[in-house]
């Protein structure tokens, strides 16, 4: 009795796969009529992801309390010039994340489009090499 877990759906090959799961479950949650669940783990995999990047581990070796925001400008500054103005921004997707959280903006259009945006980022990253 009882019901059987909920599968892990596969993520794109552009996404780190230690954070992965957080996107797959941000589609799954979206896809069960949870977007603003689905907003949230988004979000999550995003500073998560920013974690593992040298530039935001300086920034919380001196402040390990460095909101969302500080570690999203550190990961910019991380990133070379012409790669930021080309391609869809983790900071900008983070802060269009927070507002839809703090306001409860369970739109799909938005999470679909910021998830869309993510996996750009990440395979414009993979294309660049940049590690």
Do not use: C, M
Request: aromatic share 10%; charged share 25%; net charge neutral.
């Amino acid at each position: 009795a009882g019901r059987d877990p909920i599968e892990v759906l596969p993520t794109p090959k552009a996404l780190p796969k230690a954070q992965s799961k957080y996107y797959s479950d941000a589609i799954i949650a979206h896809h069960a009529g949870q977007t603003l669940a689905g907003l949230f783990l988004l979000r999550v995999f995003v500073e998560q992801y920013w974690r593992t990047v040298p530039a935001v581990q300086s920034l919380l070796a001196q402040d390990p309390r460095a909101t969302g925001e500080r570690q999203g400008e550190a990961y910019q500054a991380a990133l070379p010039i012409d790669f930021k103005e080309r391609f869809p921004s983790l900071k900008d997707a983070y802060g269009r994340l927070s507002e839809a959280l703090h306001a409860a903006d369970a739109n799909a259009t938005r999470f679909e489009k910021i998830s869309s945006e993510i996996v750009e980022h990440f395979d414009a990253r993979r294309l660049f090499k940049i590690t």
